[in-house]
Protein backbone atom coordinates (compact mmCIF):
# COMPACT_ATOMS: atom_id res chain seq x y z
CA UNK A 1 0.00 0.00 0.00
CA UNK A 2 2.16 3.28 -1.25
CA UNK A 3 -0.05 6.33 -1.63
CA UNK A 4 2.55 8.53 0.33
CA UNK A 5 4.69 7.31 2.74
CA UNK A 6 7.86 9.25 4.24
CA UNK A 7 11.06 7.75 5.60
CA UNK A 8 11.19 9.45 8.96
CA UNK A 9 7.76 10.44 10.14
CA UNK A 10 9.16 12.32 13.20
CA UNK A 11 10.11 14.92 11.21
CA UNK A 12 6.35 15.75 10.30
CA UNK A 13 4.30 18.56 11.87
CA UNK A 14 2.77 17.39 14.74
CA UNK A 15 -1.21 17.87 15.55
CA UNK A 16 -2.39 19.80 18.51
CA UNK A 17 -2.76 17.31 22.01
CA UNK A 18 -6.84 16.74 21.82
CA UNK A 19 -6.72 14.48 25.01
CA UNK A 20 -8.27 17.51 26.62
CA UNK A 21 -11.35 17.30 23.62
CA UNK A 22 -14.52 15.79 24.40
CA UNK A 23 -14.53 12.56 22.45
CA UNK A 24 -17.63 11.86 19.75
CA UNK A 25 -19.55 9.11 20.64
CA UNK A 26 -20.42 6.18 17.99
CA UNK A 27 -23.42 6.40 16.35
CA UNK A 28 -23.50 3.44 14.47
CA UNK A 29 -20.76 0.56 12.74
CA UNK A 30 -21.88 -1.31 9.41
CA UNK A 31 -19.88 -3.77 8.04
CA UNK A 32 -19.42 -2.98 3.59
CA UNK A 33 -21.65 -5.43 1.64
CA UNK A 34 -19.22 -6.29 -1.65
CA UNK A 35 -20.27 -6.01 -5.50
CA UNK A 36 -19.17 -5.11 -8.94
CA UNK A 37 -18.48 -2.17 -10.54
CA UNK A 38 -18.37 -0.52 -14.22
CA UNK A 39 -17.19 -3.58 -16.32
CA UNK A 40 -16.86 -5.71 -13.98
CA UNK A 41 -14.01 -4.43 -10.82
CA UNK A 42 -15.01 -5.99 -7.26
CA UNK A 43 -15.88 -2.98 -4.64
CA UNK A 44 -17.29 -2.56 -1.36
CA UNK A 45 -20.16 -0.05 -0.43
CA UNK A 46 -19.07 1.70 2.61
CA UNK A 47 -22.13 3.68 3.10
CA UNK A 48 -24.56 0.82 2.45
CA UNK A 49 -27.23 0.66 5.13
CA UNK A 50 -26.51 4.12 6.56
CA UNK A 51 -29.14 7.04 6.00
CA UNK A 52 -28.00 9.65 3.63
CA UNK A 53 -29.08 12.35 6.43
CA UNK A 54 -26.02 10.51 8.36
CA UNK A 55 -23.94 10.85 5.17
CA UNK A 56 -24.58 14.09 4.43
CA UNK A 57 -23.04 15.78 2.77
CA UNK A 58 -21.42 12.57 0.98
CA UNK A 59 -23.54 10.67 -1.21
CA UNK A 60 -22.01 6.88 -1.80
CA UNK A 61 -18.06 5.70 -1.30
CA UNK A 62 -16.56 2.28 -3.22
CA UNK A 63 -13.47 0.95 -1.98
CA UNK A 64 -12.45 -0.54 -5.47
CA UNK A 65 -10.07 -3.60 -4.73
CA UNK A 66 -8.16 -4.47 -3.22
CA UNK A 67 -7.45 -6.60 -6.40
CA UNK A 68 -4.75 -8.38 -7.86
CA UNK A 69 -5.41 -8.93 -11.51
CA UNK A 70 -4.15 -11.20 -13.46
CA UNK A 71 -3.07 -10.30 -17.22
CA UNK A 72 -6.27 -9.03 -19.65
CA UNK A 73 -8.55 -8.29 -16.14
CA UNK A 74 -8.09 -4.95 -15.60
CA UNK A 75 -11.43 -3.28 -15.48
CA UNK A 76 -13.06 -0.09 -16.12
CA UNK A 77 -16.27 1.61 -16.69
CA UNK A 78 -17.82 2.45 -20.21
CA UNK A 79 -18.59 6.46 -20.68
CA UNK A 80 -21.28 7.38 -18.83
CA UNK A 81 -22.92 10.81 -17.35
CA UNK A 82 -23.72 12.82 -13.94
CA UNK A 83 -25.31 15.67 -12.86
CA UNK A 84 -25.31 17.38 -9.62
CA UNK A 85 -22.60 16.31 -7.77
CA UNK A 86 -18.80 15.82 -7.41
CA UNK A 87 -16.48 12.45 -7.69
CA UNK A 88 -13.37 12.24 -6.22
CA UNK A 89 -11.21 9.32 -6.68
CA UNK A 90 -8.11 8.43 -4.45
CA UNK A 91 -6.04 5.76 -6.38
CA UNK A 92 -3.39 3.93 -3.58
CA UNK A 93 -2.40 1.34 -5.77
CA UNK A 94 -2.03 0.74 -9.68
CA UNK A 95 -3.59 3.20 -12.54
CA UNK A 96 -6.53 4.98 -13.42
CA UNK A 97 -7.42 7.21 -16.35
CA UNK A 98 -10.09 9.81 -16.38
CA UNK A 99 -11.42 11.30 -20.18
CA UNK A 100 -14.32 13.55 -19.42
CA UNK A 101 -16.49 15.89 -22.07
CA UNK A 102 -15.33 19.31 -20.83
CA UNK A 103 -11.92 18.08 -21.39
CA UNK A 104 -10.40 16.99 -18.32
CA UNK A 105 -8.48 14.28 -17.79
CA UNK A 106 -5.11 12.20 -16.74
CA UNK A 107 -3.70 9.43 -15.30
CA UNK A 108 -3.74 8.78 -11.16
CA UNK A 109 -1.41 6.49 -9.24
CA UNK A 110 0.25 6.09 -5.85
CA UNK A 111 -1.62 8.37 -3.87
CA UNK A 112 -3.03 10.59 -6.64
CA UNK A 113 -6.56 11.78 -7.00
CA UNK A 114 -9.14 13.05 -9.37
CA UNK A 115 -11.71 15.35 -8.61
CA UNK A 116 -14.15 15.85 -11.09
CA UNK A 117 -17.44 18.34 -10.51
CA UNK A 118 -20.03 17.44 -12.60
CA UNK A 119 -21.69 20.37 -12.47
CA UNK A 120 -25.55 21.14 -14.69
CA UNK A 121 -24.05 18.04 -16.71
CA UNK A 122 -21.26 15.78 -17.54
CA UNK A 123 -19.90 12.63 -19.77
CA UNK A 124 -16.67 10.80 -18.14
CA UNK A 125 -14.69 7.16 -18.30
CA UNK A 126 -12.73 5.82 -16.32
CA UNK A 127 -10.10 3.20 -17.10
CA UNK A 128 -6.96 1.26 -16.72
CA UNK A 129 -4.60 1.89 -19.10
CA UNK A 130 -3.68 -0.51 -21.58
CA UNK A 131 -0.09 -1.43 -20.42
CA UNK A 132 -1.51 -2.83 -16.84
CA UNK A 133 -4.87 -3.97 -19.13
CA UNK A 134 -1.72 -6.47 -21.16
CA UNK A 135 0.43 -6.94 -17.55
CA UNK A 136 -2.01 -7.02 -15.20
CA UNK A 137 -1.04 -6.06 -11.46
CA UNK A 138 -2.30 -4.63 -8.34
CA UNK A 139 -4.95 -2.24 -7.63
CA UNK A 140 -6.79 -0.18 -4.74
CA UNK A 141 -8.74 3.07 -4.55
CA UNK A 142 -11.83 5.29 -3.28
CA UNK A 143 -14.43 6.84 -5.48
CA UNK A 144 -16.43 9.23 -2.99
CA UNK A 145 -19.56 10.85 -4.13
CA UNK A 146 -19.76 14.64 -2.66
CA UNK A 147 -22.79 16.30 -3.04
CA UNK A 148 -23.74 19.88 -3.74
CA UNK A 149 -25.82 22.62 -2.87
CA UNK A 150 -28.53 23.30 -4.75
CA UNK A 151 -27.28 27.09 -5.92
CA UNK A 152 -24.06 24.79 -6.98
CA UNK A 153 -26.01 22.03 -9.07
CA UNK A 154 -26.13 23.60 -12.33
CA UNK A 155 -22.71 25.31 -11.94
CA UNK A 156 -20.36 24.48 -15.19
CA UNK A 157 -18.09 21.26 -15.24
CA UNK A 158 -14.67 21.08 -14.34
CA UNK A 159 -11.91 18.88 -13.22
CA UNK A 160 -8.81 18.98 -11.43
CA UNK A 161 -5.52 16.63 -10.58
CA UNK A 162 -4.68 16.44 -6.97
CA UNK A 163 -0.81 15.01 -7.10
CA UNK A 164 0.56 12.46 -4.08
CA UNK A 165 3.25 15.22 -3.60
CA UNK A 166 1.30 17.81 -2.75
CA UNK A 167 -0.57 16.40 0.19
CA UNK A 168 -0.36 17.74 3.65
CA UNK A 169 1.85 15.21 5.71
CA UNK A 170 1.03 15.40 9.52
CA UNK A 171 1.38 12.77 12.16
CA UNK A 172 -0.23 12.66 15.48
CA UNK A 173 0.95 13.52 18.96
CA UNK A 174 2.81 10.59 19.84
CA UNK A 175 4.70 10.26 16.39
CA UNK A 176 2.26 6.72 15.41
CA UNK A 177 0.43 7.88 12.72
CA UNK A 178 0.65 9.29 9.09
CA UNK A 179 -1.87 11.72 8.35
CA UNK A 180 -2.18 12.65 4.29
CA UNK A 181 -4.71 15.45 4.05
CA UNK A 182 -6.29 15.53 0.49
CA UNK A 183 -8.55 17.69 0.97
CA UNK A 184 -9.85 20.31 3.39
CA UNK A 185 -8.27 21.74 7.04
CA UNK A 186 -7.24 19.47 10.03
CA UNK A 187 -5.94 21.55 12.81
CA UNK A 188 -4.85 24.57 10.66
CA UNK A 189 -3.20 22.58 8.19
CA UNK A 190 -4.84 22.51 4.60
CA UNK A 191 -4.68 19.99 1.93
CA UNK A 192 -4.50 20.71 -1.61
CA UNK A 193 -7.83 19.71 -2.74
CA UNK A 194 -10.46 22.52 -4.20
CA UNK A 195 -13.71 21.56 -2.50
CA UNK A 196 -17.14 23.43 -3.73
CA UNK A 197 -19.05 21.27 -0.55
CA UNK A 198 -16.98 22.52 2.64
CA UNK A 199 -15.07 18.88 3.75
CA UNK A 200 -12.21 17.15 4.78
CA UNK A 201 -10.33 14.09 3.34
CA UNK A 202 -7.68 12.21 4.76
CA UNK A 203 -6.13 8.94 4.66
CA UNK A 204 -4.38 7.76 8.00
CA UNK A 205 -1.88 4.76 8.47
CA UNK A 206 -1.85 3.86 12.28
CA UNK A 207 0.89 1.67 13.50
CA UNK A 208 0.06 -1.12 15.98
CA UNK A 209 -1.01 0.08 19.48
CA UNK A 210 -1.13 3.71 18.39
CA UNK A 211 -3.72 6.06 19.05
CA UNK A 212 -5.41 8.70 17.23
CA UNK A 213 -6.91 11.74 18.20
CA UNK A 214 -8.01 14.46 15.51
CA UNK A 215 -9.18 17.52 16.68
CA UNK A 216 -12.72 17.81 14.10
CA UNK A 217 -15.35 20.59 13.43
CA UNK A 218 -18.03 20.85 15.31
CA UNK A 219 -20.07 21.58 12.82
CA UNK A 220 -19.37 18.78 9.97
CA UNK A 221 -19.92 15.25 10.67
CA UNK A 222 -17.23 12.30 10.78
CA UNK A 223 -17.04 9.12 9.27
CA UNK A 224 -14.33 6.52 9.46
CA UNK A 225 -13.90 3.92 6.90
CA UNK A 226 -11.22 1.02 7.67
CA UNK A 227 -9.71 0.25 4.24
CA UNK A 228 -7.31 -2.63 6.08
CA UNK A 229 -5.66 -3.76 9.82
CA UNK A 230 -7.86 -4.35 13.57
CA UNK A 231 -8.50 -1.51 15.73
CA UNK A 232 -10.98 0.45 18.22
CA UNK A 233 -13.04 3.23 18.49
CA UNK A 234 -14.25 5.85 20.51
CA UNK A 235 -13.59 6.31 23.51
CA UNK A 236 -15.85 3.19 24.42
CA UNK A 237 -12.81 1.13 22.16
CA UNK A 238 -15.44 -0.44 19.60
CA UNK A 239 -13.92 -2.77 17.41
CA UNK A 240 -13.12 -2.07 14.04
CA UNK A 241 -12.04 -4.22 11.26
CA UNK A 242 -11.88 -4.38 7.16
CA UNK A 243 -14.29 -3.29 5.45
CA UNK A 244 -16.36 -1.29 8.26
CA UNK A 245 -17.50 2.45 8.19
CA UNK A 246 -17.85 4.06 11.95
CA UNK A 247 -20.32 6.96 12.20
CA UNK A 248 -19.90 9.50 15.05
CA UNK A 249 -21.96 11.55 16.71
CA UNK A 250 -21.28 15.05 18.39
CA UNK A 251 -18.21 16.07 19.91
CA UNK A 252 -15.04 17.77 19.39
CA UNK A 253 -12.55 14.51 18.62
CA UNK A 254 -12.07 11.63 16.65
CA UNK A 255 -10.69 8.40 18.12
CA UNK A 256 -9.51 5.67 17.00
CA UNK A 257 -6.96 3.18 18.23
CA UNK A 258 -4.83 -0.07 16.31
CA UNK A 259 -5.06 -2.98 17.79
CA UNK A 260 -1.45 -4.28 18.91
CA UNK A 261 -1.63 -7.26 17.20
CA UNK A 262 -2.35 -6.90 12.91
CA UNK A 263 -2.30 -9.32 10.46
CA UNK A 264 1.34 -9.92 8.67
CA UNK A 265 -0.44 -8.88 5.39
CA UNK A 266 -1.80 -5.68 6.72
CA UNK A 267 0.85 -4.28 9.32
CA UNK A 268 -0.71 -1.03 10.10
CA UNK A 269 -4.59 0.50 10.50
CA UNK A 270 -5.45 1.70 7.41
CA UNK A 271 -8.41 4.39 7.59
CA UNK A 272 -10.42 6.79 5.52
CA UNK A 273 -11.63 9.61 7.34
CA UNK A 274 -14.00 12.28 5.88
CA UNK A 275 -16.44 14.39 7.51
CA UNK A 276 -18.31 18.04 5.99
CA UNK A 277 -20.92 20.40 6.78
CA UNK A 278 -23.84 19.30 6.31
CA UNK A 279 -26.17 20.45 3.29
CA UNK A 280 -29.37 19.77 4.95
CA UNK A 281 -31.03 19.61 1.25
CA UNK A 282 -33.75 17.40 0.40
CA UNK A 283 -31.60 14.34 -1.99
CA UNK A 284 -33.17 12.92 -4.98
CA UNK A 285 -31.15 9.99 -6.23
CA UNK A 286 -31.55 8.13 -8.73
CA UNK A 287 -28.61 6.10 -10.63
CA UNK A 288 -25.71 8.70 -11.99
CA UNK A 289 -27.62 11.87 -11.13
CA UNK A 290 -28.05 13.82 -7.32
CA UNK A 291 -30.52 16.63 -7.53
CA UNK A 292 -32.86 17.71 -5.13
CA UNK A 293 -36.67 16.70 -6.41
CA UNK A 294 -37.48 14.16 -8.66
CA UNK A 295 -38.48 15.82 -11.30
CA UNK A 296 -34.79 17.22 -11.30
CA UNK A 297 -33.83 13.85 -11.65
CA UNK A 298 -36.12 12.95 -14.23
CA UNK A 299 -34.82 15.94 -16.59
CA UNK A 300 -31.74 14.67 -16.12
CA UNK A 301 -32.35 11.53 -18.08
CA UNK A 302 -34.56 13.17 -20.38
CA UNK A 303 -31.19 15.65 -21.14
CA UNK A 304 -29.09 12.51 -21.11
CA UNK A 305 -30.87 11.02 -24.07
CA UNK A 306 -31.20 14.20 -25.90
CA UNK A 307 -27.15 14.72 -25.70
CA UNK A 308 -27.47 17.63 -23.67
CA UNK A 309 -24.64 16.42 -20.99
CA UNK A 310 -22.22 16.43 -23.03
CA UNK A 311 -20.23 14.56 -25.81
CA UNK A 312 -17.49 12.62 -26.32
CA UNK A 313 -14.44 14.65 -27.82
CA UNK A 314 -13.14 14.20 -31.24
CA UNK A 315 -9.78 12.85 -29.65
CA UNK A 316 -11.40 10.31 -27.86
CA UNK A 317 -13.34 9.09 -30.72
CA UNK A 318 -10.90 6.37 -31.23
CA UNK A 319 -12.42 4.29 -27.32
CA UNK A 320 -15.07 2.62 -29.17
CA UNK A 321 -14.94 -0.21 -27.53
CA UNK A 322 -16.21 1.66 -24.60
CA UNK A 323 -19.17 4.15 -26.27
CA UNK A 324 -21.73 5.84 -24.34
CA UNK A 325 -24.57 3.66 -24.22
CA UNK A 326 -27.73 5.75 -23.52
CA UNK A 327 -30.27 2.66 -22.87
CA UNK A 328 -28.28 1.19 -19.97
CA UNK A 329 -26.86 3.96 -17.67
CA UNK A 330 -28.25 2.65 -14.34
CA UNK A 331 -25.53 -0.53 -15.00
CA UNK A 332 -22.72 2.03 -15.17
CA UNK A 333 -22.71 2.71 -11.26
CA UNK A 334 -24.80 0.11 -8.95
CA UNK A 335 -26.49 3.29 -7.54
CA UNK A 336 -30.50 3.09 -6.67
CA UNK A 337 -32.37 1.64 -9.68
CA UNK A 338 -35.54 3.24 -7.83
CA UNK A 339 -35.58 6.85 -7.39
CA UNK A 340 -34.41 8.09 -3.36
CA UNK A 341 -35.45 10.73 -2.03
CA UNK A 342 -34.76 12.04 1.52
Not at 30 to 49: I, K, L
Not at 303 to 316: E, M, N, R, T, V
Amino acid sequence: MPAVTVSDITILPRITDASHLRARGIKSITTAPQGFEGEGFPVRRAFAGVDLAELDPFIHLDQMGEVEYAPGEPKGTPWHPHRGFETVTYIIDGIFDHKDSNGGGGSITDGDTQWMTAGGGILHIETPPEHLVVSGGLFHGFQLWVNLPAVKKWSPPAYQDVRAKDVALLTSTDGGSLIRIIAGELDGHVGPGSTQTPITLIHATVAPGAELRLPWRKDYNALVYSMSGQGFVGDEQRPISMGQLTVFGEGDCIVVRAANQQESRSPNLELFILGGQPIKEPVAWMGPFVMNTKSEVLQAFEDFQKGLLGSIPAIYKDDAKRPVNRTKILDVHNAPTDLQES
